[in-house]
Nanobody, 117 residues
Framework: QVQPVESGGGDVQAGGSLRLSCAAAGVIDSFDVMGWYRQAPGKERERVAMLDSIGGTAYGDSVKGRFTISRDNAKNTVYLQMNSLKSEDTAIYYC???????????WGQGTQVTVSS
């Protein structure tokens, strides 16, 4: 069973930056799709960023130009660099790793990001 573990959340002032990490037991490039999602209080979970196995990326409209998803295969880690943070970015951020052929779909426990204005 794969259990992604997120870290790097915290409190930050608007305009600041944070880098989230998602570590996975196992080889990170065995996953076909790696993504970051977030859920704010009273709202549905939304996709923030996605990275596929050949390096393709996609971002939610609200974070384009501010957030960057990347991975380090040697460290089996996926990152989310968040710049120019806004109060509306406040949410719990979750890492998601998927394997298409096996149907594996793994979620981390989440890490809280709070942006104060």
């Amino acid at each position: 069973q794969v259990q992604p573990v997120e870290s790097g959340g915290g409190d930050v002032q608007a305009g600041g930056s944070l880098r989230l990490s998602c570590a996975a037991a196992g080889v990170i490039d065995s996953f076909d799709v790696m993504g970051w999602y977030r859920q704010a209080p009273g709202k549905e979970r939304e996709r923030v960023a996605m990275l596929d196995s050949i390096g393709g990326t996609a971002y939610g409209d609200s974070v384009k130009g501010r957030f960057t998803i990347s991975r380090d295969n040697a460290k089996n880690t996926v990152y989310l660099q968040m710049n120019s943070l806004k109060s509306e970015d406040t949410a719990i951020y979750y890492c998601n790793l998927r394997q298409i052929e096996s149907g594996g779909n793994y979620w981390g426990q989440g890490t809280q990001v709070t942006v104060s204005s």
